[in-house]
């Protein structure tokens, strides 16, 4: 007989059945569930295992790489410029948030800085990539727990801010746009207004999201409680960005940090949220979209005139020595460990993601859960698969 | 007491009636694409193209694509002296300039590194076929493309930059 209730026991036992595949007689048949690789609920290739013990999952796993695709390594095989067409392939919401720390990490080794004009363009891009990034995030969550409608309305509303990045870079999701000491190009005519009303959308589908999910009954019935994460324990699995926010950490690296944006000169505030459940991650992003908007509207509003490159040779050869540099990228931190022996090539490339880290508490915070929770927890944690596996 | 609230069902349902109405008086956000066409942006990265004239077969930019998709072979001749009794001047012949579109990564790279101003970007981007191997623009197609370069446009004031011309 079996002790309902004891989960640590029924773990062992539902595991023991899974991996032997033997039928052992128990009051209540473990089943091992696969969530993915393919799968409506998990947005991309994530593999979860959950171990359940009729609707209660008593062990769940991710399993990643069905999408590695190796930027590590292709990494030690391109020249400097030619990287950043490839980091844009990360987080492929954000795409121009990816390439940001990496062209930082490669400026600090070279001792160039970029001119005021290309910093304060780049900042505003990286908080528009993070717009694009979290509007999505904000309709996604809603279908994921059934609401099909708030989806459309971040589509529709992201491609705004997709057009705004297309007209600068030319591209809408991989832009390759920061170079070396600066940036490709500078802004076309009549941008910063058609950026200004864009702002003015996005804040109206801040709005609509308010009315249409956040008071929601059933969306808060579903995500009020459910997947806690306390500080400590969130701290110690290395969450960040809204994640670890949500948890009532008071840590954001673009105040924080202090590396080549100009986060600093801008009058925003960090949000965080005390309770750690999913409403709090959905919350403290939908308050960060707000900010975001607040803070490109400074950005666009002080930006100085000047050139938008330094000089920097045309054939970039990166001094030996070693530089590691992290931004708070959509996802939470990104940094880019990046070894240059004096070469044209880096000679090694650690890409920290943040989506990885995340996604590596789901074994300790689905334990004891029920499975229309995996849901809720899976997209209020938020990865991007591009993200997880590199 | 505090007073009644609306039930979040009910706001939701209004924003949802909202954004019908404007939908139904306003027309939608989406066109139907064959028939309405949405202009992409002046620098929208669609195809690339060659000005055959500025290229010099120098490689540079074979070279420094990421994912090496740019074939070039060309070729040096002597041509007559532009004055009579002088020397004759040596000439860099195109002979094969391809780009296989079904590797690009569409990052511009080639375009940026052109000393000679010889390639552009179009934003056409309708040229998709049926056949992968069709995707191999030779120098040819890839100059039939230079008409759909559109003008660079200005600059946002502030700027320094200098305005780029097109080769017509």
């Given at each position: ?218 969306f808060q019935?579903?995500t009020r409680g459910i ?48 309770d750690?459940d999913s409403f709090a991650r959905y919350w ?96 209020s ?10 | ?168």
């Amino acid at each position: 007989m079996t002790a309902l209730g004891d989960t640590r026991q029924l773990a062992y036992i539902a595991g023991q059945a899974s991996d032997a595949r033997v039928n052992v007689e128990l009051e209540t048949e473990g089943m091992t569930l696969n969530i993915g690789p393919q799968h409506p609920a998990t947005h991309g290739t994530l593999r979860v295992i959950v171990k359940l013990d009729g609707e209660r999952v008593v062990a769940a796993e991710p399993v990643m790489g069905y999408m590695h695709r190796g930027y590590e390594k292709l990494s030690e095989v391109r020249t400097y410029p030619q990287v950043t067409t490839l980091v844009n392939r990360i987080d492929w919401l954000g795409s121009f948030a990816n390439e940001v720390p990496f062209i930082l990490a490669a400026e600090r080794l070279m001792d160039v800085e970029a001119p005021p004009r290309a910093q304060w363009i780049r900042t505003a891009l990286f908080e528009l990539s993070r717009i694009a990034n979290v509007v999505l995030f904000l309709g996604d969550m809603g279908v994921q727990l059934g609401a099909v409608t708030p989806v459309f309305f971040a589509f529709r509303d992201r491609e705004f801010v997709l057009n705004q990045i297309e007209a600068v870079t030319g591209g809408r999701f991989h832009p390759n746009f920061d170079r070396i000491g600066g940036l490709k190009d500078d802004l076309p005519k009549g941008w910063i207004e058609e950026t200004k009303g864009v702002l003015g959308r996005i804040r109206t589908f801040c709005d609509e999201m308010e009315d249409l999910v956040t008071g929601n009954e059933i969306f808060q019935a579903r995500t009020r409680g459910i997947g806690v994460i306390p500080a400590d324990v969130g701290l110690s699995y290395g969450l960040s960005g809204a994640n670890i926010r949500a948890s009532g950490v008071d840590w954001d690296l673009r105040r924080d940090g202090g590396v080549g944006l100009v986060h600093d000169q801008l009058d925003w505030k960090v949000w965080t949220h005390p309770d750690g459940d999913s409403f709090a991650r959905y919350w403290v992003r939908l308050q960060e979209v707000r900010e975001a908007c607040d803070m490109v509207d400074q950005l666009l509003d002080g930006i100085p005139s000047g050139p938008v490159m330094a000089k920097v040779p045309r054939i970039i050869k990166v001094p030996a020595g070693e530089a590691y540099v992290e931004t708070e990228n959509p996802l939470g931190v990104m940094g880019y460990y990046v070894v240059s022996k004096g070469d044209l090539v880096p000679y090694r490339v650690k890409i920290r993601s943040a989506s990885f880290n995340n996604i590596s508490i789901t074994p300790w915070l689905l334990e004891g859960t029920y499975v229309p929770d995996v849901i809720s927890i899976l997209a209020s944690l938020y990865f991007i698969l591009g993200d997880i596996d590199r | 007491m505090p007073a009644p609230k609306l039930p979040g069902l009910v706001k939701g349902l209004g924003v949802t009636l909202k954004t019908m109405l404007r939908t139904l008086t306003r027309g939608s956000h989406t066109v139907q694409y064959p028939k309405v066409k949405e202009a992409p942006t002046p620098r929208a990265r669609g195809v690339i193209t060659l000005h055959e004239d500025n290229c010099t077969a120098c490689m540079l930019c074979a070279r420094e694509c990421p994912d090496w998709c740019i074939y070039i072979e060309g070729h040096k001749y002597k041509a007559p002296p532009r004055r009579p009794g002088g020397k004759p001047r040596q000439k860099n012949a195109l002979d094969r300039f391809d780009i296989d579109f079904s590797l690009c990564m569409y990052c511009g790279i080639c375009v940026e590194v052109c000393p000679f101003e010889a390639l552009f970007w179009s934003p056409e981007f309708e040229y998709s076929e049926p056949k992968i191997a069709d995707l191999l623009h030779d120098k040819s197609k890839l100059g039939q493309w230079m008409e759909t370069v559109p003008d660079f446009q200005d600059y946002e004031s502030g700027s320094e930059a200098k305005k780029a011309k097109v080769p017509r």
